[in-house]
């Protein structure tokens, strides 16, 4: 298995840990006195702001990226494009989308906007790789 395959994994797990984030904050507090209901949870998260909210929101951006990013590194290497570069590539997405969620957690949207359209970039750089190779 190549790092670049281990990073579709870890892009899975993304979602996971933001929609722990978002959930968080509602744990510590009692269902009926407005924190987490895990029996409608949509409706909860419906009715967060700010922290919780940019979480969810966050996770959802982390399940659109992630079929095209697998998608992008299984046809790279079943074009034979494997080894240091598609590697570090896998790796830089994984980096760039974990400060995506820190961007949009922690309100910095300038640098969110800058950070998710660098790491698409770098997913269509995988995407392409055998076109060069």
Known sequence: MT????????AA??????????K????KVSHRDGGYDNRSPRDWIA???G??????????NSWEAFPFFA??????HLLGVTGALPDA??????VLRSVYVWCYV???QKWRSRVWALAWLINVTIFLLPLFR
């Open 3 to 10: 790092i670049a395959i281990f990073c579709i994994l870890l």
């Open 13 to 22: 797990l993304l979602p996971l840990a933001c929609a722990g984030l978002a």
């Open 106 to 108: 922690t309100a910095r």
């Open 71 to 76: 998608a992008a590194v299984i046809v790279s």
């Open 24 to 27: 968080s904050r509602g744990f």
């Open 51 to 60: 922290f919780s909210r940019w979480a969810n929101a966050a996770q959802e």
């Open 47 to 49: 009715k967060q702001e």
């Open 89 to 94: 590539l896998a790796v830089a997405f994984i």
